[in-house]
């Protein structure tokens, strides 16, 4: 199978289940930013982050394309038969366990920090804003057109994102700027 089909020349693209939207439709804005936000974790994975926090980072990017099939799945056609496709409320939990543990870690913030630090805490920081932007794309399908869990997903990923920056600033011992 070859990697280009010229079925999108057109500025369309399919949902799964087969259904043909425009590329800028809200949707696919949506799981877009998700992608996005799963490469840029995929780069600070790859270039500065090690150990637990990689591993972290791992299993985050794999929710990630349960997230984006989800989206790309308006009808539910394909991806609830699909068992990897579930985010669910233990995905949010483990998410929250991963922040207490790693919170514990880093001193309480009494002030706005500047993102950057080490290349591991900076490119955290820049997937923390891209996890935003998805988590507000999301939102705006409208409440009766995403799954409750993935909102909640993304909200707790964010502040997981952040508390990642910190230690990989901690742990690579670049200082927290105060604003």
Request: with cysteine; hydrophobic share 45%.
């Amino acid at each position: 199978m070859k990697i280009y089909t010229r079925t999108g020349d057109s500025g369309e693209t399919a949902l799964l289940g087969g259904k043909r939207v425009s590329k800028a439709d809200p949707r696919v804005a949506a799981y877009g930013d998700v992608d996005e936000l799963n490469a840029w974790l995929g780069l600070a994975r790859a270039g500065a982050l090690a150990g637990e926090l990689a591993a972290m980072i791992e299993k985050v990017q794999r929710d990630l394309f349960a997230i984006g099939s989800r989206l790309a799945d308006p009808e539910s056609k394909v991806a609830n038969r699909i068992e990897k496709t579930a985010v669910t409320g233990d995905d949010v939990k483990r998410i929250e366990d991963w922040i207490d543990q790693l919170e514990s870690e880093v001193p309480v913030l009494r002030r706005f920090i500047l993102a950057g630090g080490s290349p591991g805490g900076a490119s955290l920081h820049v997937a923390r804003t891209i996890c935003r932007r998805a988590e507000r794309a999301v939102v705006g399908l409208g409440p009766d057109h995403v799954e409750s869990e993935i909102l909640v997903y993304l909200n707790r990923l964010s502040d997981l994102l952040f508390v990642m920056a910190r230690v990989a600033n901690r742990r690579d011992g670049a200082p927290e700027l105060e604003w």
